[in-house]
């Protein structure tokens, strides 16, 4: 089992910045994915961004030049820092791994952007 637990949410104007930081342990295979996932209300789950164990990243157009992802494989832990936040960016982030031939996600993190 993978355990993965969130922080660093809350709420921020627009143009701020948060960084978002989730720790996984468990049964973790070395060759990994770890990212993170928004959900807004009414909307959809979508991709934010995703880093592999060997640095390779990718983001979803909305965020890019604005989201960094970045990763510890020792502590095997992922952050987003995220700047220039919009109100559009407001949402519950999910951060994921995926290992083992399976997705795991965490609780969830909220990330409220008032204008």
């Known amino acids: 089992q993978v355990q993965l637990v969130e922080s660093g949410g809350g709420l921020v104007q627009v143009g701020g910045s948060l960084r978002l930081s989730c720790a996984a342990s468990g049964s973790i295979f070395s060759n990994n994915v770890m990212g993170w996932s928004r959900q807004a209300p009414g909307k959809s789950r979508e991709l934010v961004a995703a880093v592999t164990s060997d640095g390779i990243t990718n983001y979803a157009d909305s965020v890019k030049g604005r989201f960094t992802i970045s990763r510890d494989n020792a502590k095997n832990t992922v952050y987003l820092q995220m700047n220039s936040l919009k109100p559009e960016d407001t949402a519950v982030y999910y951060c994921?791994?995926?290992?083992?031939?399976?997705?795991?996600w965490g609780q969830g993190t909220q990330v409220t952007v008032s204008s």
């Open positions: 994921l791994i995926a290992t083992h031939g399976s997705n795991y």
